[in-house]
């Protein structure tokens, strides 16, 4: 399967994707999802690998980050990350927390997978290498989010957590617009019913496709699609990727299809000032 060149999310380089729809929205507006080609991480993690916690050299990592935050104009004392346990908590934001997981995964936000600001001069950002990428922007009181949506994520619905706390913070789930970013595919993605018994039925079958004993291909995209839709954001709002973190091995690292041993790619949205 070719991936659309009409894609939701555009190439700035080869180094990351962006969404040009919504810089239009917003000029000073910094979001996107980095591949891994352009770095200097070495096999297995070759070449911009974004993630610490990964037993890839430091000071690589470092000097990939480095170069990405030249390119975005948001330095990396900016940026903050979650510790990403594939759980639903989520973090507001301020100039407090900035620097918090930038250069070390260990001082990254304990318990924390998603993140939401709408003070300028932060990046939040996210790692990934399968797991879904969901991001968030409220052009109405300019709050900007993102959430890590593995299965354990995506079923205890993270996505309908973030839209609560948007609503909490002031914003009408029917302007906010969700972009669901480059993972694993369907087809790809064959879990066991210790995954599916998740699901309510509705649920399975919207996104699940029976396989052989037991066995599903899942579609988290679409999952994720269905849940958001269920918290009020309105289908007209909501865009999705034709990217597959498994089946384009030249652009993007995948856990699964690399039994592990590999590198994370880093979702990104934040303000300029």
């Known amino acids: 399967m070719e991936v659309s060149t009409l894609d939701v999310f555009?190439?700035?380089?080869?180094?990351?994707?962006?969404l040009n729809s919504w810089k239009d929205l917003h000029p000073e507006l910094q979001v996107g999802f980095t591949t891994r080609l352009g770095g200097i991480s070495r096999p297995p993690f070759e070449s911009f690998n974004m993630g610490l916690h990964v037993p890839d050299r430091k000071q690589d990592v470092i000097k990939n980050r480095a170069q990405l935050a030249d390119r975005i104009g948001l330095p990396m004392d900016s940026w903050v990350s979650g510790e990403q346990?594939?759980?639903?908590?989520i973090a507001v934001i301020d100039q407090?927390?900035?620097g918090r997981g930038a250069f070390t995964y260990d001082d990254s936000l304990s318990g924390i997978d998603g993140l939401i600001t709408n003070q300028k001069d932060i990046l939040c950002t996210a790692f990934f290498a399968d797991c879904v990428p969901l991001f968030f922007f409220d052009?109405?009181?300019e709050y900007i989010g993102i959430a890590h949506a593995g299965?354990?994520?995506?079923?205890?619905s993270i996505g309908v957590e973030m839209i609560k706390k948007f609503e909490l913070l002031g914003a009408d789930p029917e302007t906010i617009r969700v972009a669901i970013g480059p993972c694993i595919s369907k087809n790809a993605y064959e879990v066991d019913w210790q995954v599916i018994k998740n699901l309510d039925e509705e649920q399975i079958k919207q996104a699940a496709e029976r396989r052989?004993?037991?066995?599903y291909l899942l579609d988290l995209k679409k999952?994720?699609?269905?849940i958001l839709l269920q918290s009020g954001v309105i289908r007209h709002n909501i865009d999705v990727t034709n990217y597959c973190t498994f089946r384009e091995?030249?652009?993007?690292?995948?856990?699964r299809r690399d039994h592990g041993k590999t590198g994370r790619m880093l979702g990104f949205i934040g303000f300029q000032s």
């Open 249 to 255: 091995e030249e652009l993007f690292f995948s856990h």
């Open 212 to 215: 052989n004993n037991d066995h």
């Open 85 to 89: 346990v594939h759980g639903t908590n």
């Open 96 to 98: 407090k927390l900035k």
């Open 139 to 141: 052009k109405e009181t």
């Open 151 to 156: 299965w354990k994520g995506t079923v205890n």
């Open 223 to 226: 999952l994720n699609m269905e």
């Open 10 to 18: 555009n190439h700035a380089n080869s180094s990351y994707l962006t």
